[in-house]
């Protein structure tokens, strides 16, 4: 049993050790239909930084089906929280930016971005951007998905029954 315990345990640090440290995050917080005819959404999402610089700027390139008729996952627009600047890029993606004071500390959590697509779930490849040099870190993908889970209420097979009868 105890060399097993040891195997994992160096397996683990080896992993530990050949992970990238320079990992961020976006997070989809929310989603909303905007309007059917035609579909647009608006995904909400929060930006955790788990990178090893303070982030100045987010740039979403645009996802690979953008330009592609009805299946266009183009960023049409976006917003930004207090004192952050968003502007939607010509080739279908979004770029954040803010000053040096605002930016998002190492560790830290910041709500509040936006973007509106045409459809329901789109992927996005997605990088930051330090607030010194401008130098990108922490490159990866998103995919916003449409929540169609439903709210519902508490109660029993009978109490279902009995609206029915």
């Not at 982030?55 to 266009?72: L, P, Y």
């Not at 000053?99 to 490849?125: K, M």
Request: charged share 15%; net charge negative.
């Amino acid at each position: 049993m105890r060399p097993l315990i040891l195997v994992m345990a160096l397996v683990g640090a080896a992993v530990l050790a050949l992970s990238d440290p320079a990992v961020g995050g976006i997070i989809q917080t929310g989603c909303d239909t905007l309007a059917t005819d035609p579909p647009t959404v608006r995904f909400t999402f929060a930006v955790a930084n788990d990178c090893v610089v303070d982030i100045g700027s987010i740039r979403i390139r645009k996802d690979a089906a953008c330009g592609a008729g009805s299946d266009s996952c183009c960023v049409l627009e976006c917003s930004a929280p207090p004192n952050w600047n968003c502007i939607v890029v010509h080739t279908g993606g979004a770029l954040w930016t803010t000053p040096q004071v605002s930016s998002i500390r190492v560790g830290q959590r910041l709500d509040g971005f936006s973007i509106v697509t045409r459809v329901h779930a789109c992927c996005y490849p997605y990088y930051f951007i330090d607030s010194g040099p401008g130098d990108p870190w922490c490159d990866n993908n998103i995919c916003f998905v449409l929540d169609l889970a439903v709210p519902t209420r508490a109660s029993s097979w009978g109490a279902l029954k009995a609206i029915y009868r």
